[in-house]
């Protein structure tokens, strides 16, 4: 159904694979993935922001969980 929506990889330019999005194979996946953790990239000591640790509305859901 997503005929025509392929991208290629990132990687090595070949045609994406569904599970592997948006990459070829995993090895690229991998590959990509061991760029961003090889240190090209740098990554920031975790520290969550205050907003997101104060945000407590559990009373008001706009999904109802029972279905
Ligand atoms: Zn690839």
Redesign the pocket.
């Known amino acids: 159904m997503t005929e025509g929506t392929a991208r290629p990889?990132p990687?090595?330019r070949?045609p994406a694979a569904l599970e592997h999005q948006p990459?070829?194979?995993l090895r690229?996946a991998n590959l990509d993935l061991g760029r961003w953790l090889g240190g090209h990239y740098a990554i920031p000591a975790v520290e969550p922001p205050d907003d997101l640790a104060a945000n407590d509305d559990d009373a008001s859901g706009p999904e109802d969980p029972r279905r």
């Open positions: 990889c990687i090595c070949k990459f070829c194979s690229c």
